[in-house]
């Protein structure tokens, strides 16, 4: 069983996260992930069948770097923006080893345009392993796995 205060860290890393996002701070999301690192946005259909397709991929701590570039800089003035607001529910905390913890959490991602029009961007489940030491939580990876196979409309920022 994970210590109470374990899960209160790993919660508080998840919450992190997810307030990056909605604040479209892409240093903040960075910041989430230790070294090694990956970030992985897929469909359930792709991971039912084992298939390495994905939305998006970024498989080292240097790909999540460029994410963060190609976003703020490449990308920027180049498409409609949004913002989101991420719901989120932990399901299990498993220890994998000492220091290193399996999370799985679901989530609903809403999604507001610049006219003011509010939908949902995505349903599904991070599955997440998370480095814990003394001095920090980070991810090692996290995988937004999507319930669908079709979006609402295209993503810029991870889910």
Not at 61 to 68: G, M, P, T
Not at 75 to 100: I, K
Request: hydrophobic share 40%.
């Amino acid at each position: 069983m994970v210590e109470r205060s374990v899960i209160e860290r790993v919660d508080a890393l998840q919450l992190e996260y997810l307030s990056a996002l909605d604040r479209r701070d892409m240093q903040g999301w960075a910041s989430c992930f230790g070294d090694p690192a990956s970030y992985i946005c897929t469909t359930c259909e792709n991971e039912e069948q084992g298939l390495p397709l994905a939305l998006m991929l970024d498989d080292s701590r240097e790909r999540i770097a460029d994410r963060v570039n190609y976003v703020t800089r490449v990308w920027a003035g180049t498409f409609e923006d949004y913002r989101m607001r991420h719901f989120v529910q932990r399901l299990t905390c498993v220890a994998q080893s000492p220091n290193v913890l399996a999370v799985e959490t679901q989530f609903l991602v809403a999604y507001t345009t610049t006219r003011g029009q509010s939908e949902v961007l995505a349903t599904g489940v991070y599955l997440d392993t998370v480095v814990i030491d003394a001095a920090s939580t980070q991810f090692r990876s996290k995988k937004a796995v999507l319930d669908t196979v079709v979006m609402p409309r295209y993503l810029v920022y991870p889910i």
